[in-house]
């Protein structure tokens, strides 16, 4: 399960300050800060037939490892997105030959499998950005706060990631969405109840 806080940068200035704000300063662990380059290709058969279901699958490049995801339904409302999330670290190799294989003996497998059946899984999007991310502890709560910096790449076009997560890790959730509320009305941040997948699949125009 996914829990996190989604909010768009409005003041281009925010993206200097807001990971060294000074309240996240005092409550941050140092030795998770990270720095780490994404490359995410998201994949579906040709007709679609996992966004049909409300499932991503995506393969990501972090620096030097590829882990490949599964999101799947939730919700999503004031910028606070609950969602199924299933993460196997796996090769390069895999987007040779990707299959949801990866995903056998999960919850939701079966699922999956009845959905793409034998349809050759294939790219419908790529998405380039740099995550500055540091890890948070309020005594309630731990999260991870993040600022994500780059592009989504599509067949029809592409736009700009810039946007904040407040994922929560473990503890009290509302304390976690009161942690995202205090940077908000701080950085003038904006909720979003869209992911950057939906982003990409509105510039595709099929959703």
């Keep these: 399960m996914e829990i996190e806080l989604k909010y768009l940068l409005r003041d281009d200035l925010a993206k ?22 994404m490359r995410a290709i998201y994949l579906d058969t040709e007709e679609g037939d996992l966004r049909g279901l409300q499932i991503a699958l995506r393969a990501r490049f972090e620096n030097e490892r590829v882990v490949v995801t599964l999101k799947w339904k939730g919700s ?8 199924g999330e299933l993460n196997v670290p796996a090769g ?6 990707p299959t949801v294989d990866i995903f056998k003996g999960s919850e939701i497998y079966d699922e999956l499998l009845a959905a793409v059946s034998d349809k050759k899984l294939i790219p419908v999007m790529e998405m380039d950005y740099v995550r500055k991310a540091i890890q948070v502890d309020t005594g309630k709560s731990i999260s991870v706060v993040s600022l994500d910096e780059g592009t989504i790449h599509t067949s029809k076009g592409d736009a700009e990631i810039l946007e904040v997560e407040v994922e929560l890790y473990s503890g009290d959730q509302e304390d976690m969405v009161a942690l995202g509320g205090e940077l908000a009305a701080k950085y003038n941040l904006q909720t979003s109840d869209k992911s950057k997948y939906q982003r990409g699949l509105e510039l595709l125009g099929v959703i």
Excluded: F, M
């Design 76 to 83: 999503a409302q004031d910028g606070l997105h609950v969602r």
């Design 16 to 37: 200097d300050r807001i990971l060294n704000d000074k309240h996240l300063l005092e409550i941050k662990n140092p030795a998770c800060d990270e720095t780490v380059q």
């Design 92 to 97: 390069s190799e895999y987007l040779d030959n």
